[in-house]
């Protein structure tokens, strides 16, 4: 890492102005790689793509993220999403080494999964939304959830804005290790874990973002809840470690777009960036 830049998300306009302002500074670019929060149009062949679409995150539905970041520079540019882009970072530098098929989890403001399949992110009409998955409840647990979209499903139940909407006046960071709260958390983020096994049998899940970082008691509760659920039905690769944190931890994800625009130039992993 040569230099990073942290500009605060507000509006298009003026985030992605600070953005080109900062490539701007930045001499000998040979290749760009933009990690966007999301869901994000990925179709090369569509008019809207590099576009943010559905987001909740006021002001950014139908945002061009991609066009106002490559104009004047004539380089080659991957577009993906964060997490995407993390889970690539995780492969080609961290827990995710040499690896063709991984999965990264982040627990954040959202949920978002960057899922890889024989070395390439997961492609169809759109990029995976695996964080909006529904899931079986904890039993006794009838709570509504907090996505606006879909309810209880596992952003609704797991994410900090979920936790948060649950807690009201109550901090998270108040919470102790064996606060009731934490087995829906565990439960939700296991079930996803075990979609995600199901799916596509990655061979390791690294799960980062603020709430997991904060909260290290999750990750061994989410292992041995998924390894409990899957029953015995798939051979969990090192189970006592399948479910891990990041190896980059907070830098996996400003480390994504490098690793997409390094793939963009045939770079091998002993490359430098």
Same mark, same amino acid.
Not at 12 to 28: F, I, K, N, V
Not at 188 to 207: D, E, G, N, T, Y
Not at 242 to 270: F, H, N, S, T
């Given at each position: 890492?040569?230099?990073?830049?942290?500009?605060?998300?507000?509006?298009?306009?003026?985030?992605?102005?600070?953005?080109?302002?900062?490539?701007?500074?930045? /001499?000998?670019?040979?290749?760009?790689?933009?990690?966007?929060?999301?869901?994000?149009?990925?179709?090369?062949?569509?008019?809207?793509?590099?576009?943010?679409?559905?987001?909740?995150?006021?002001?950014?539905?139908?945002?061009?993220?991609?066009?106002?970041?490559?104009?004047?520079?004539?380089?080659?540019?991957?577009?993906?999403?964060?997490?995407?882009?993390? $889970?690539?970072?995780?492969?080609?530098?961290?827990?995710?080494?040499?690896?063709?098929?991984?999965?990264?989890?982040?627990?954040?403001?959202?949920?978002?999964?960057?899922?890889?399949?024989?070395?390439?992110?997961?492609?169809?009409?759109?990029?995976?939304?695996?964080?909006?998955?529904?899931?079986?409840?904890?039993?006794?647990?009838?709570?509504?959830?907090?996505?606006?979209?879909?309810?209880?499903?596992?952003?609704?139940?797991?994410?900090?804005?979920?936790?948060?909407?649950?807690?009201?006046?109550?901090?998270?960071?108040?919470?102790?290790?064996? /606060?009731?709260?934490?087995?829906?958390?565990?439960?939700?983020?296991?079930?996803?874990?075990?979609?995600?096994?199901?799916?596509?049998?990655?061979?390791?899940?690294?799960?980062?973002?603020?709430?997991?970082?904060?909260?290290?008691?999750?990750?061994?509760?989410?292992?041995?809840?998924?390894?409990?659920?899957? $029953?015995?039905?798939?051979?969990?690769?090192?189970?006592?470690?399948?479910?891990?944190?990041?190896?980059?931890?907070?830098? *996996?994800?400003?480390?994504?777009?490098?690793?997409? *625009?390094?793939?963009?130039?045939?770079?091998?992993?002993?490359?430098?960036?």
């Amino acid at each position: 890492m040569l230099d990073q830049a942290r500009i605060a998300t507000t509006s298009p306009a003026e985030t992605l102005a600070a953005l080109s302002a900062a490539l701007g500074r930045w /001499d000998g670019i040979e290749a760009l790689g933009v990690a966007s929060f999301g869901p994000v149009d990925l179709d090369p062949a569509s008019p809207t793509h590099g576009f943010i679409t559905s987001t909740t995150k006021p002001g950014w539905r139908d945002a061009d993220v991609l066009g106002p970041l490559t104009r004047g520079l004539a380089v080659p540019a991957a577009f993906d999403t964060d997490v995407a882009g993390a $889970a690539l970072a995780e492969m080609r530098w961290g827990a995710g080494r040499g690896l063709a098929d991984f999965a990264y989890v982040t627990v954040g403001t959202g949920v978002g999964v960057g899922l890889v399949v024989n070395g390439r992110p997961t492609r169809g009409f759109l990029h995976g939304e695996l964080g909006h998955v529904r899931v079986p409840r904890l039993p006794g647990d009838d709570w509504p959830g907090a996505c606006p979209f879909h309810g209880a499903c596992v952003e609704g139940l797991a994410s900090g804005t979920a936790l948060g909407a649950r807690l009201g006046a109550r901090s998270v960071d108040a919470l102790t290790a064996d /606060d009731p709260v934490w087995d829906g958390v565990v439960h939700a983020l296991a079930q996803l874990c075990h979609v995600i096994v199901c799916a596509a049998a990655p061979r390791r899940i690294a799960i980062g973002g603020g709430v997991v970082e904060r909260q290290p008691h999750l990750l061994p509760r989410i292992g041995a809840s998924l390894v409990e659920s899957i $029953a015995g039905y798939m051979p969990i690769p090192d189970p006592g470690n399948y479910v891990c944190a990041p190896a980059l931890g907070p830098q *996996a994800g400003p480390l994504g777009p490098v690793a997409m *625009a390094l793939g963009l130039l045939g770079a091998d992993e002993d490359d430098g960036a």
